[in-house]
């Protein structure tokens, strides 16, 4: 339940609740799904009117439509989204792994390493391929060890209004499209990446930093497009 305070306070924590519970359901969607406004406010607790206003901020966002009299979809992440996101993606990621490498104490860089720990084998490098960690639930924990990386490298940026940035629109890497890396095979080639990206941190070098970040989504976003062509499935 968001129990409504300061009346701006208020309408900030159900646009957050209503944002992270449609981003929740969003993951896995193939179709639109309708939203009665009051039954989520029902749900979450809060009266329609704060409930309507974050539907009318997710619609200018593209995670809903809203149809007059008839509620709300909740809309799936399309290919040419997905694709646009990864082109955005590349910019963020590379200014924000960049400031990374500037502010990141040696705490935070054991903290990154932390997060892809579990999948690595004892040599510190990725294990080995076949299958080990091939199976579902095992890509699920590193997709979810992955939105995580990403999410501390907009925090070490320092930069508030792109940490805001990547919030707003993460919607659309924590959709259908989040099982990218398993779909495509790249679980290996990401974990190197990642682990490249925190070396490059952990050495202070900016340069690098950047440069191996934007390589890394730039490789994701070539990969997806290649998916997409007709001799390929991405599903």
């Not at 924590?13 to 993951?27: G, P």
């Not at 930093?209 to 730039?218: F, G, I, P, T, Y």
Request: aromatic share 4%.
């Amino acid at each position: 339940m968001v129990r409504e305070t300061n009346p701006d306070v208020g309408r900030t924590r159900v646009f957050d609740a209503v944002n992270e519970h449609l981003k929740s359901l969003r993951e896995g969607l193939t179709e639109p799904v309708r939203i009665g406004e009051e039954a989520l406010a029902e749900q979450l607790g809060v009266s329609r009117t704060p409930v309507r206003e974050a539907l009318i901020r997710l619609d200018g966002m593209g995670m809903v439509r809203l149809r007059p009299g008839r509620g709300a979809l909740l809309m799936p992440v399309t290919d040419a989204e997905y694709l646009e996101w990864l082109q955005i993606r590349e910019h963020l990621e590379g200014l924000a792994t960049r400031e990374a490498a500037l502010n990141a104490s040696g705490r935070d860089v054991e903290q990154l390493r932390a997060i892809f720990a579990p999948f690595q084998a004892p040599s510190g490098r990725s294990g080995e391929k076949g299958d080990r960690g091939r199976d579902r639930e095992g890509d699920e924990a590193y997709a979810e060890a992955n939105v995580l990386f990403h999410k501390e490298i907009m925090r070490l940026s320092g930069n508030g209004l792109l940490a805001r940035i990547w919030e707003s629109f993460g919607h659309r890497q924590t959709s259908a499209r989040r099982q990218v890396i398993a779909r495509l095979q790249r679980r290996d080639q990401s974990l190197n990446d990642h682990l490249e990206i925190i070396e490059a941190i952990h050495r202070r070098d900016p340069d690098a930093a950047e440069s191996l970040a934007r390589a890394h989504v730039r490789a994701i976003l070539d990969a997806v497009k290649q998916s997409l062509e007709p001799s390929h499935s991405f599903s």
